[in-house]
């Protein structure tokens, strides 16, 4: 397919999505301020209407089953993770471990394990921008003492530590043989291939094949730094057999105790539920009908129980006990490791994740996922943050079809401007900041299309 045919896609798609947050939402506001007879009249609006969107939806997913790229699809997502895990690889073991020039990252930084593993990830992908091998300190790790190694497969086979080296700060100099990453907080110089960057040499490729490239870059040192060791995978299989673990499922991730108030608002099952709600009566649009079921993972034991007694038609897998643990452990204690780890990879293998974005946790859910399936960057519904990655440069969209305020809150657009996006308030608008004028405030988000950063970095041609 060309290029210009799967973003049109995509993005009527997505579309498809806003125009029925934007009309429920309006219409919402306005059931408020009506008489009681004329509330009905918009109540049956909106069930009509939500109908109508999930035929659309469906519509295009079938669209997208048929239009005869699908088995392309498959291949060159296999082609690409295939060629970036060779990358890898090779970076990853040099012939010469002694002489090999290193990154060094400490697997310290003060918080949860979704945190964590997104430092990693970032030391990675500079290791990767820079052709040094990634050498991972883990001993005395927050999360299993022991160190990554006796959880995950080690991160090289031949080339674990920097020997008898002097190790240098970043950013050091080219010619350092190690050198020493901060968090990414602390980097400076900030260099231009960090996230939300991808590599220009597979950029093409990647736009074409991806509505997310940066979370299916992402999603790629993850599933090269999560390759578990026997212990963790015999975990996984017998926690899966434990729990029940079938198919179809909705992965929904509830995140509450320490996270409430400070980093994001409480939600209640209910909203989440209704996401789940909508997902199923998608599936089941021409009247066939599926066990409905999720995966419920959370740090508050509370909500697996109040799930299981307000949604008694819902099949619920979950485990209170993990619950309770995951709870112990965002006070920063070391038990929980394998809690944390199947409900990731639980959330990660689900068909659909509704959650908050605001979490690591499902974003690492969600990034994982993308290795999963030529472009899962539609399974998702987020009830607060879109997609990002903590500490990424500006993520930009740009305007494509203008747009004259209506009020103060709103932004003038020109097509070709470029807007700085905060956030989706998921009601048809976008809050971001114009880069042209300054201006901040609420745009259409169907008058953008995102704006993918590219970065140049090394090819590896040895490979
Ligand atoms: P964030 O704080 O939600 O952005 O994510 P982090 O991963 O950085 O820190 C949260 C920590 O709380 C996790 O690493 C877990 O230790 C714990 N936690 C949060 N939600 C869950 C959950 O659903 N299941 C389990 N097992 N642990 C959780």
Same mark, same amino acid.
Request: net charge positive; no cysteine.
């Given at each position: 397919p060309t290029l210009e045919y799967e973003l049109l896609r995509r993005r009527i798609q997505t579309n498809i999505a806003e125009i029925w947050n934007f009309f429920s939402n309006e219409l919402g506001k306005i059931r408020k301020q009506v008489d009681p007879n004329m509330k009905e009249d918009i109540n049956s609006v909106l069930i009509m209407g939500a109908e109508h969107k999930r035929s659309l939806l469906s519509d295009m997913e079938r669209l997208h089953q048929l239009d005869g790229y699908e088995a392309w699809r498959h291949q060159e997502a296999k082609d690409l993770s295939d060629l970036v895990q060779r990358r890898l690889r090779y970076l990853q073991n040099p012939p010469d471990c002694g002489k090999a020039k290193k990154l060094v990252c400490k697997l310290n930084k003060g918080c949860g394990y979704g945190c964590q593993l997104h430092h990693a990830v970032y030391c990675f992908i500079v290791a990767y921008a820079t052709e040094r091998t990634l050498i991972l300190k883990s001993k005395g790790w927050r999360y299993h003492k022991g160190g990554w190694e006796e959880v995950f497969q080690p991160v090289s086979d031949s080339c674990l530590d920097i020997g008898p080296a002097r190790a240098n700060n970043w950013p050091g100099r080219p010619e350092s043989q190690v050198v020493v990453l901060p968090i990414i907080d602390s980097l400076m110089p900030r260099p231009p291939y960090l996230p939300l960057a991808i590599p220009e040499d597979i950029s093409f490729r990647l736009k074409r094949l991806h509505s997310e490239p940066i979370v299916w870059w992402v999603g790629q040192f993850l599933k090269y730094l999560l390759r578990p060791q026997k212990g963790t995978q015999e975990f996984l299989e017998n926690s899966m057999a434990k729990l029940g673990w079938k198919k179809p499922i909705v992965g929904v991730h509830v995140r509450r105790t320490d996270k409430v108030g400070t980093e994001a608002a409480f939600h209640s099952i209910d909203e989440y539920m209704t996401h789940v709600e909508d997902y199923y009566l998608t599936q089941e649009i021409n009247g066939t009908s599926m066990t409905r079921r999720i995966f419920l993972a959370s740090d508050d034991a509370r909500v697996i129980d109040e799930a299981r007694k307000k949604y008694p038609q819902y099949e619920i897998i979950g485990d209170a006990e993990v619950a309770r643990m995951a709870a112990v452990s965002t006070r920063y204690t070391d038990t929980g490791l394998n809690g944390i780890i199947l409900d990731i990879h639980l959330l990660s293998i689900s068909d659909y994740l509704v959650c908050t974005f605001s979490s690591q946790v499902c974003r690492v859910a969600y990034e994982i996922m993308q290795t999963l399936y030529p472009d899962a960057g539609h399974r998702f519904k987020s009830l607060d943050d879109i997609y990002y990655y903590g500490g990424q440069n500006q993520h930009n969209r740009q305007v494509v079809i203008p747009h004259k305020a209506r009020n103060h809150d709103e932004l003038h657009l020109k097509p070709g401007d470029l807007v700085g996006v905060a956030g989706n308030h998921w009601d048809g608008f976008s809050k971001g900041k114009n $880069?042209? $004028?300054?201006q901040v405030g609420l745009f259409p988000s169907f008058k953008v299309v995102d704006k993918v950063e590219t970065a140049k970095l090394p090819t590896y041609p040895n490979v």
């Open positions: $880069t042209r $004028t300054n």
